[in-house]
């Protein structure tokens, strides 16, 4: 039940940040945008010891750039530094996004309920035990659907006592189990990895090497080595952006990530009328000789891949689309009901049995 209501909160996060944070991303269109080179140095300016990690411009005039930089937090955040969001006409620093911090929260307590390794296989075995729940759902409930399949689909409010919550429960319940076979099994690769693995090895779609939380010493060494790195000159930003924006033109926003390996730095852009936001295209540009070496498109990956690929989004429906994103929620804020009609339906037949 903690499950469901938490995901059905997530599922429109970026939607509800977006509505209440409208000033960082939007900004007002006055004259020409700035060049990239012009807002690293403006703000260089302002935060003359800070270290750029990134920079994402957007296509839509009305949209902010948004500017990274090292953070000194440990762990995740730590990973993932500081943003800024900029406004491209003036350089000006918008406010920082808000709530961003709650829904953070509602994830911890969505995958683990904020109670660490243990929460996290916590949630992993309700995760299975819905999964068990829905297959003897359908055993249970398989002769109705034999003898009166679409009747199987409806209830009827005229029905009192136990005979309405079976009729509702069972009704309601054929209604969502595609919805809860989808998220339990993207669910599941989230939280085994012994099940992530089995879908991979079934899809054929290789993984990307994870590293154990209790591994300390390669994250140590990795942020060792990312300290070291020298800063991208913005006049070398400028020079990439100008080659990436001559050679792609059908993108909605691009990140182009400081950090490269042996002068080749990477873009990750996403389409103006993407799969979802997740699908995410590469490329990879040498500085030295001035081209692009590599164009990793994600619509031209097999389908199986494209699948392993988002399976947060097919968790939260958003690869099907806003519809399939709509429904996923709904489903997901059906689950209290299930629980509580679930316990009405047990009490009332062990109440029975003891008569």
Known sequence: MVIGITGALLSFQKEILWL????SYVVQVSATQLSEKQIIDNFKIKFPEAKVRALTINSDPTSSVVINIASNAKGKAGRRGINYYINPYNSEILQNVEGAKVFKFIEM???????GEFGKQLVGACTLGLFVLMLSGIIVYL???KRAFFKSFTFKFKHKGRSFL?????????????FYLVSTITGLSLSYHWFSDILHSVTGVEQRAYKKTTDKK??????????????LASQKVQEMFDLFKENIHDYSSVNLRFEGKKGVYTFYYLKKEPLHYRARNEVSLDIRKKEIIKHDEFSKKPLEEKLMKSIIPIHT???????????????ALTMPLFTITGFMMYFQRRKKKMK
């Open 317 to 331: 429906g958003e690869y099907f689309g806003r519809i399939g994103q709509i429904l996923m929620l709904l489903a």
């Open 143 to 145: 002769p109705r659907l």
């Open 20 to 23: 209440v944070n409208k000033d």
């Open 109 to 115: 307590v969505h995958r683990g309920l904020v109670a």
């Open 166 to 178: 079976s009729t509702m429960h069972s009704a309601l319940g054929m209604w969502v189990i595609p």
């Open 218 to 231: 390669p994250m140590t060494q990795m942020s060792k080595s990312t300290k070291v790195k020298p800063e």
